[in-house]
């Protein structure tokens, strides 16, 4: 369960008072107290007899409702489900599909979306449908409908773009807000835009990047929820930054996406909390 | 306060409950069950109006002792005192002074200890009493029952053993069990013993380290607090190794200092539980 | 071309007065006079119209005869043949396969060897030949002559132990010395043979680590290559740190044959020479 | 010595011809050729029984001529002359006066130079001159001439800005191009200006970091010789990301100080090559 309302004395002895009376057992619990916005944010993993989440969720409601805020309660054993897009660079892709067949990510992924036929192969591998989308300027209106009605039609709880290289419209973006995750191969906010790591050699940067973010309108501004960073030296040319960026782009996205399938991950205006 | 106790469930429930009766506004709170014997931990930040916390201890322990745990609570603006023990390197002790005149480190140092002249001047500056107590084989024992003294006399919490290059004695050990950290200059557990460094270069390891441990009797065996590590390469001989890895040692034990003097450390078995 | 001889003045300036003779453009250069043996390691890329490999090799022994060294040069553009060896584990072999498939290892790889049949399915889909070595008590002495023989038969240049479980007998550890690299799952020396990371969890380490280095008869005390470290808490069991611990090895690993296959790697009693 | 020109075949085989001929002894050699500009960067330290480094830089330049390019040699013993600017932030300064105590920074510091007086005390107990340069709009133009005459008068081979917060004018950066490093306590091209670790805090990265670079007039776009981070969370706020922030500012300044006293640090445009 994920709970975030205004800070308020109480919230954690409701909480933890609503678990007791269910005899439910606390595996894992994290909590901030964000100070800009007064937001209280929880996370609880715990575990009961009682099999239906809905009552549990209805148990914790009644306790809850006081406080005004979101509650989330997911069984654990019913995974997230993700689509990932992808164009035609395949390194993020093929590491969440290993991370995947691993039992690593606890996602299941009913389908992958391109614009581009060039993963079907890999995709086909792991026996997973793979949809070919493609979009020019004409049709990118009706391509990004489509998508969305595959995103209702397969349940889709969250959206990966995977090195997906089309810039999604406003409308597109307002309706996966919050549901879909970008990686852009940067240390954000440098090196926005179109090639990064061309960028990055030009401006001479000792290390480079890469940061997985929702998805807002504002291209490359979402809230970030992971980064991480890798050594270079003036001896790499811009190509060989984008040889050395695959592996940091991968970690870094599959890392936001093991995140977001286990909850971790809370949204508190344009900031996020990631508990671990 | 902190408290440790044989986990079950209803402990968070009283420990909120207990604070709530006293309005007490939660600033940070961790939690952590260890699965191995069991141990329920806990670390919680508060504020309230209640200025004595000897009765918030009070009602703490009426709340609590129903678990028969250990409780410690603390009122931060009490700090905690910290006896340094050095030999002739100075750098861990310079970046301890200094974190400590910044307002880094929340500890009073009452006094420095060394078996050596050569750190006095470098503590005068900063207004600290610095003790001389040499040692040799035979006035070893009184050495160590003069530090003991130390201890008490001046209500020292913790010592640290800031690159202390004499090996306590048995009894020293079991008499600042859990409140004495050392800096070992290796990643244990490799390099034990002397000159780690000169092992490390001999071994051809591509990484250095540090480890700041509590202090046992069983020499660079206690239990982890912190550790790092750096990069190195073929090109940096042992003395080499022994320059850069000052740096590390100064990071991991300011750090383990800072977490221990925030009580942020639990000692759980041969293992810590840090709370961040 | 690579170059090691006893240092004295001179070598340098014969080398590019060799290299200046064929009309050589040098790419990249490095040299490293190693202090303890008085080893002079050189590493040089150059491109020259000559195209025969054996004529540039003869010039430049040549010139370099009177330093009494060991000399290797080879056409880039000829890729070291590697046979991958594997158990039951997968993740080190689904990297180096890859990144092979998409360029970012320069080698040739024939064959993938295995005592089980667990990966055979992956090497399949790289189109890659799988050959099923089993191996008990009683067989063992001919299961590594095959391997011998397979090794001779494919012109093997080097063997990668990507999660190998099998000790290898002094016979066959001498028998490809130098062109053997294993991953072992712990930061050496910590950590020697079984189930490193639950040796690591009990001893409650702070960072958990990957050792790539040459196989020499003495168990996991050969020349490292490349290591790395990741940083886990308290919140972690063994279980977790096996998985967590996947993306070092798999990583170090990568690196470890990448620079195999550069010749960037001189071994130099018992430590390499990493050229980067 | 270190030497640039453009590339072109002979300039090794020169350089070692040249250093044999004085019968040097190569300790470090290292050669880059940056592929925009095509420069060919080098940097040689060598031993030699010739006592007059004019005489070597004579010798040196008559082979070299042919290459057009701009030679540098300096005898290691006579080490360069550095002027510290600092304001009221301490921690950079400590750290280089630390090294340098220690023996880790081979340069002199005939003063250091301030607009406050905060860190008079810290700098006697160091027995370095401190001048006291305040600075306001009107005697802006003033204090900059003082500066560039003590830079003159004290031999002053490079000027480090220790958290020096005075915006330079295009004139002073100008005098003392390529001659002058300052810290930015933000992980350069992210977060320019005032208060980095706010506009960090505000966009929600997870990695703070400093950037030590070249002074030019264009601010903080100056060629970086240095960069490196550090992971914080959501439970950080400002101020803790700036008492966090110090330990990186000062490593990396102090890196990018030790590197351009060894002469390690080549600038080929807006770029470095940093030889380490």
């Known amino acids: 369960m994920t709970f975030r309302c205004p800070d308020r004395p109480g919230i954690v002895y ?28 929880l996370r609880t993993r715990f575990e009961t007899d009682e099999a239906d989440s809905t009552h549990i969720k209805v148990v914790l409601e009644a306790e809850l409702a006081q406080f005004g805020g979101t509650l989330t309660v ?11 897009m992808v164009s035609k660079f395949e390194h993020c892709l093929i590491d969440l599909l290993y991370r995947h067949s691993e039992g690593e990510l606890p996602v299941d992924i009913p389908l992958v979306v391109s614009n581009h036929w060039d993963c079907q192969e890999l995709v086909a591998r792991y026996g997973i449908p793979y949809v070919h989308l ?3 300027k004409e049709t990118k209106r009706q391509q990004e409908q489509r998508l969305v009605e595959l995103v209702d039609e397969h349940h ?18 307002a309706a996966i807000s919050g549901r879909a995750i970008n990686i852009h191969h940067s240390f954000l906010p440098g090196f926005k835009g179109a090639k990064p790591y061309h960028q990055a050699y030009d401006r001479g940067v000792k290390l480079i990047g890469a940061t997985a ?18 050594r270079v030296t003036h001896a790499q040319n811009a190509e060989q930054l984008v040889v050395m960026g695959k592996d940091v782009e991968r970690q870094v996205l599959s890392r936001a996406v093991k995140w977001q399938a286990e909850d971790r991950v809370l949204l508190v205006g344009n900031r996020t909390v990631v508990f671990q």
Chains 1, 2, 3, 4 share one sequence.
């Open 74 to 84: 997911r069984n654990e054993e019913v995974k997230q489900r993700v689509l990932i």
């Open 134 to 136: 493609p979009v020019t």
């Open 156 to 173: 889709v709880d969250f959206v990966v773009l995977a090195r997906y290289m089309q810039v999604l419209s406003a409308e597109l973006c």
């Open 213 to 230: 973010h929702y998805v807002t309108s504002d291209l490359d501004e979402g809230p970030i929820i992971e980064q991480d960073v890798q």
């Open 14 to 41: 409701a909480v933890s008072g609503a678990l007791l009376q269910m005899q439910a057992n606390i595996i894992e619990k994290s909590q901030f107290s964000e100070p800009i916005s007064g937001t209280f944010c």
